[in-house]
């Protein structure tokens, strides 16, 4: 079992870039798919990004492509989101979540492990 803790949140205006981190503890990260998700107040949770288990994969929702970038360091255990140019849209709560599965993408119900989120506000 992996546990995932989430940070880097925070308040920003639009146009500024925010970094999340997410550490792991339990279980080394290479042994997982890794992806990070995003719920807005009333929404369902959205798929944002996800990487391959050595890093050389990624993927991203098309609302974020181009503005986000998603790494991982698995010496450090961690995995982060580069979030660049950011909408007032882009504001939610921001969970990173792990996967035994490959290529799980943004299928939630793929992901077995989450953390419990980093809060994340844009304003205009």
């Known amino acids: 079992q992996v546990q995932l803790v989430e940070s880097g949140g925070g308040l920003v205006q639009a146009g500024d870039s925010l970094r999340l981190s997410c550490a792991a503890s339990?279980?080394?990260?290479?042994?997982?798919?890794m992806g990070w998700f995003r719920q807005a107040p009333g929404k369902e949770r959205e798929f944002v990004a996800a990487?391959?288990?050595?890093?050389?994969?990624?993927y991203y929702a098309d609302s974020v492509k181009g503005r986000f970038t998603v790494s991982r360091d698995n010496a450090k255990n961690t995995v982060s989101l580069q979030m660049n140019t950011l909408k007032p849209e882009d504001t939610a709560v921001y969970y990173c979540?792990?996967?035994?599965?490959?290529?799980?993408?943004?299928?939630?119900?793929?992901?077995?492990?989450w953390g419990q989120g980093t809060q994340v506000t844009v304003s205009s």
């Open positions: 990487v391959s288990r050595g890093g050389s994969n990624t």
């Open positions: 979540a792990a996967s035994v599965y490959y290529s799980p993408y943004g299928a939630k119900n793929l992901y077995d492990y």
């Open positions: 339990g279980r080394t990260l290479s042994s997982y798919d």
